[in-house]
């Protein structure tokens, strides 16, 4: 099993910028890529980003390419993701997500098997 915790999230001028963290424990050592995802209410859930464990490999929404950075600090079992340039449409719940199952990265809900309860990020016009 392992745990997500996701923090950093919180009220944020347009053009302004914020940094979320997700921090994992439990069986960490398994898990294969990590992503953060969002929901807007009233929306589907939607792919933000996502990095491999092991190297740095990172595949990005086509919404927040150029705007948004995963990074992740190994020693830390924490994944972050670095928002700038926001925008009022990127207001939503943002969840961490983990896979173990190394079939490589990907932006679909079903490839990943943990899930975090998600912190709010709210942009404001």
């Known amino acids: 099993q392992v745990q997500l915790v996701e923090s950093g999230g919180g009220l944020v001028q347009a053009g302004g910028s914020l940094r979320l963290s997700c921090a994992a424990s439990?069986?960490?050592?398994?898990?294969?890529?990590m992503g953060w995802f969002r929901q807007a209410p009233g929306k589907e859930r939607e792919f933000v980003a996502a990095i491999k464990w092991y190297d740095f490999r990172t595949l990005y929404g086509d919404s927040v390419k150029g705007r948004f950075t995963i990074s992740r600090d190994n020693a830390k079992n924490t994944v972050y993701l670095q928002m700038n340039s926001l925008k009022p449409e990127d207001t939503a719940v943002y969840h961490c997500a983990a896979t173990a199952r190394g079939l490589g990265l990907t932006k679909a809900e079903g490839g990943y098997d943990y899930w975090g309860q998600g912190t709010q990020v709210t942009v404001s016009s």
């Open positions: 439990g069986r960490t050592f398994s898990s294969y890529a």
